[in-house]
């Protein structure tokens, strides 16, 4: 169910130089939210800067008797938004109001045998628990009926430089494949992450799914990416919201359809933000 | 407690409504909405034709407030009546449905068109959305908004509500000419026009370049004009802009408002309606009051 709730928070620490983790107390929302979707949050009783922001679910914190309890979220502080939540303690209060958007595909069938997840900037943040649930390692809302061993998940990251991998080691402990590529060459491939996909995926084993999220041109290159190596991709938007739950018709982005002009703006709160990469009309978008 | 208050024909079992534009078709904010207890909905404006609306960025947050330019991004007014109002009608609440005209001409269409549909209860007229490029705005000259309002009210039986803009010199002689029109109430007030730059970049932020100033900043604005109006003009007014708490609802009905639209709340705290249809009566009780209509316009002004 979604709903708005006032939570506390439990902790909000620094992962790195602008990078936070805010862990916020919402059994309700934590025992639904899947992997890809977000919440909307902002500091409680005030109203500068005004709206939520929308942050994907990073993980859900769990009960010692395993009962999901809490959301983390991890943002990169940018702006005002972020800025006030970066101020925010233990014992704060947010409103939060989710689980909103869809989720990323995780149910079994042979797209899902070898995923490989591709972020950029703080774009990593929905695949930690992307991850998790693809091996079986977490289950997150109803359980997805997976066994493990039927996915392997290999995760690329590109940054502009070292100090914005924070919290890499959160999936290095998943045991999986992880590469990191940075514009500065300050760590991994010096270059970009696409150029750095493009190597592992003609290296082989080629991936049966690409998830990707980060900014829009590094998911244009995706996306073509997948269309010349055949593999099938989804793309998690991020784009400017409001409200988060459909009602603004601010955060759309063109979606192909059967409408003279081919295209019509979708919601991207709530027909995404993930989307199949051939759904998207990218050139509406290079074009913006 | 009597909650309920008209808007001349038009009655509502309470003050609370919903602003278009920021409520979407409803549907989607059921999870976090009552829709059956709001005193009316009044869902995003359709216009003759679909529309994309305008390219993205389409917001941009300001200091409590925001700015947009959707620029009536909608599928037309055929399909809200044939996939939103079933929906909409449904929900035990009063459905205004809000339309805008390109021309003088579209607006009676339009009119006409909803007129022959069951569980539309009244209309709104956009009269002054300030984000459809090459528009005409058909509430900043009194003869020509009172024109356009004799015209709908002509074409239908419903009642009719005129939402009004705020970017004009003289809010008075607009809303007189509405109620000259034969408009049963005015929406005071759409949003003011602005807009919001990067330097760095030295460009507009919305693609737009222009937007509508929505939120808690401009809620003065919208104050003081409703008490202008409602002590200069013998209309109802619905009061609307930048309420965001049960305070600011009784604000203005004491200065006026016979009913209110929440509208840039909603996107900020999407169950703030259910919040203040709660308090309601006992901020209504705590004036000595049994009824809402009783506490309307009952500002005392200084001598």
């Known amino acids: ?288 | 407690m009597d909650l309920s208050v008209a808007l001349g024909r038009l009655s509502l079992a309470n003050p609370i409504l919903v602003a278009s534009g920021t409520f979407g078709y409803a549907k989607e904010a059921a999870p976090f909405v009552d829709l059956g207890r709001l005193g009316g909905i009044v869902p995003k404006t359709v216009t003759s034709l679909p529309r994309a609306g305008n390219r993205p960025p389409r917001i941009v947050e300001t200091a409590s407030g925001m700015l947009n330019s959707i620029g009536l991004d909608n599928d037309g007014i055929d399909h809200f009546i044939e996939h939103h109002v079933p929906y909409l009608s449904r929900q035990g609440t009063r459905l205004i449905a809000n339309v805008a005209g390109k021309t003088e001409d579209e607006f009676p269409s339009l009119v006409a068109k909803l007129d022959l549909v069951a569980g539309v209860d009244a209309i709104e007229l956009n009269l002054s959305c300030p984000n459809v490029s090459g528009g005409i705005d058909f509430a900043t000259k009194p003869e020509v908004t009172e024109r356009v309002i004799r015209r709908c009210y002509e074409s239908t039986g419903k009642p009719i509500l005129a939402k009004l803009t705020p970017n004009v010199t003289d809010i008075l002689s607009i809303a007189d000419a509405a109620r000259q029109g034969g408009a049963d109430a005015v929406t005071l007030i759409n949003t003011l026009v602005g807009t919001a730059i990067d330097w760095r970049k030295r460009r507009p932020i919305l693609s737009n370049v222009v937007g509508g100033l929505s939120g808690p900043a401009i809620k003065p604005i919208a104050l003081r004009m409703v008490m202008m109006v409602a002590r200069k003009v013998a209309i109802p007014i619905v009061g609307v802009g930048g309420i965001s708490t049960l305070d600011d609802v009784m604000e203005f009905l004491i200065a006026g408002a016979s009913a209110v639209q929440l509208g840039t709340v909603n996107f900020f705290d999407p169950s703030s309606s259910m919040r203040m249809l709660d308090d309601l009566p006992t901020a209504v009780a705590s004036l000595g009051a049994s009824s809402v209509q009783e506490v309307i316009g009952t500002l005392e002004w200084p001598r």
Not at chain 1, 25 to 40: H, K, S, T
Not at chain 1, 128 to 152: C, F, H, I, M, W
Not at chain 1, 225 to 247: H, I
Request: charged share 20%; proline share 7%; glycine share 10%.
């Open chain 1, 1 to 288: 169910m979604v709903l708005q709730s006032t939570a506390t928070v439990l902790s909000n620490e620094m992962l790195g130089e602008t990078i936070f983790k805010i862990r916020v107390e919402q059994p309700a929302i934590a025992r639904e939210i899947l992997p890809g979707q977000f919440a909307m949050l902002r500091p409680h009783g005030r109203t500068d800067p005004l709206l939520g922001r929308p942050l994907a679910m990073y993980d859900v914190g769990r009960s010692d008797s395993g009962e999901p309890t809490s959301i983390d979220f991890v943002y990169l502080v940018q702006g005002n938004g972020t800025r006030a939540l970066a101020s925010l303690g233990p014992g704060d209060r947010v409103d939060l109001w989710g689980p909103l958007g869809n989720s990323f595909p995780r149910h079994p069938s042979n797209d899902l045998k070898r995923v490989l997840l591709l972020a950029g900037g703080i774009g990593q943040t929905p695949f930690l628990s992307v991850a998790k649930d693809l091996l079986g390692q977490q289950t997150y809302g109803a359980p997805a009926n997976r066994q493990a061993g039927e996915t392997s998940v290999s995760f690329i990251w590109g940054v502009r430089t070292k100090s914005l991998l924070a919290g890499l080691n959160d999936f290095q402990t998943l045991g999986i494949e992880c590469h990191v590529a940075t514009d500065d060459g300050s760590a991994g491939h010096h270059g970009r992450v696409t150029d750095l996909a493009r190597q592992l995926i003609e290296r082989g084993p080629r991936p049966t799914a690409i998830f990707s999220c980060g900014p829009e041109p590094m998911l244009v290159a995706v996306a073509r990416l997948g269309q010349e190596c055949q593999v099938p991709t989804w793309v998690s938007l991020e784009t400017r919201m409001a409200c988060g739950y459909g009602v603004c018709f601010s955060c759309v982005c063109p979606v192909k359809d059967s409408s003279p002009a081919g295209w019509d703006y979708s919601r991207v709160c709530l027909e995404g933000p993930i989307f199949r990469s051939t759904a998207i009309e990218w050139n509406e978008i290079v074009h913006q």
